[in-house]
């Protein structure tokens, strides 16, 4: 192969390779929440119910999956249990109105509005990053980024918040984010969010009864999801940028190789003359 032709065949090869790399990085680019997953409308399904809960004003049943945007309400004596895809489990008690804004398993962010009541969130550690549950209330929100058990009693004019284990920031008013700890206890009133203060036993555990279905009469339940559950990105996600990664080193090494080829094929050799074989004569003089 000619000089020329072998500088064609490499110019070819790392052109292969950029185009190779440039695609890699648009992949990796791709944001989470564009990624799709089966039924995005459907956000949880009930685990247990009471009767006296409604959702959109018609009775709530057992078997029922929970939509985008649904307003669950219960009387004074309606409790209920959903847990929502990607797995934060709510826990709601009586008198309370809840609204799912918003849950995206995939990228792990859920919006919740407590409009009033009683509401109990367990949410566990998040599998990606930028994973995040938020409660919102009349006076503020509560966010949670690598999980947390907490209680939440909302109403027109104020809210309390009790961590029962992790860490949950919360904001409202003027004043900047807080982070509450577990065993701590908060109010958010008109003026924003209050002093720190140490959650007493029996508090806590006065707060758990008042959203559980343990040992409530006439409750139905409990099931798990009905329908397929989406992998939460990060394991898919993180397979996805290690073979990214791997396409995009090995074009790297190839490009790499490719030049060095390309070098070594144009370089001349000059041979060595032959050594002479026997005696060496040497003429007399």
Do not use: W
């Amino acid at each position: 192969m000619g000089n020329a032709q072998r500088a064609t065949a490499m110019k070819q090869n790392i052109l292969q390779r950029g185009v190779a790399l440039s695609l890699c990085c648009l992949l990796l680019q791709l944001p989470l929440g564009a990624q799709e997953y089966p039924n995005p409308d459907m956000v949880g399904a009930v685990l247990g119910v009471t009767p006296g809960v409604m959702v959109n004003q018609s009775r709530l049943i057992s078997t029922q999956n929970l939509q985008k945007h649904d307003l669950l309400s219960t009387d004074n004596t309606g409790r209920v249990k959903v847990r929502l895809r990607g797995g934060p489990v709510l826990d709601i008690g009586s008198q309370t109105q809840v609204r799912i804004e918003g849950n995206n398993p995939i990228s792990q962010q859920t919006v919740v509005q407590l409009v009033s009541g009683r509401l109990r969130s367990e949410v566990t550690k998040f599998m990606v990053n930028g994973g995040q549950y938020e409660v919102k209330v009349p006076q503020g929100s509560a966010q949670v980024r690598d999980g947390a058990d907490f209680f939440l009693e909302a109403s027109p004019s104020r809210s309390v918040l009790t961590v029962y284990s992790g860490i949950v920031i919360v904001g409202g008013g003027k004043r900047a984010l807080l982070d509450v700890a577990g065993g701590q206890t908060v109010e958010l009133g008109p003026a924003g969010v209050g002093p720190l203060s140490l959650t007493n036993e029996e508090i806590e555990q006065t707060t758990m009864a008042e959203t559980s279905l343990r040992g409530v009469a006439g409750q139905s339940g409990s099931r798990e999801m009905v329908e397929s559950e989406p992998k939460p990105a990060g394991s898919s996600h993180m397979k996805r940028n290690l073979i990214i990664v791997g396409i995009a080193g090995a074009a790297a090494v190839g490009a790499l190789a490719g030049m060095r080829g390309g070098k070594s094929s144009t370089t001349t050799t000059t041979p060595t003359p032959p050594t002479p074989s026997g005696p060496v004569s040497i003429p007399a003089n």
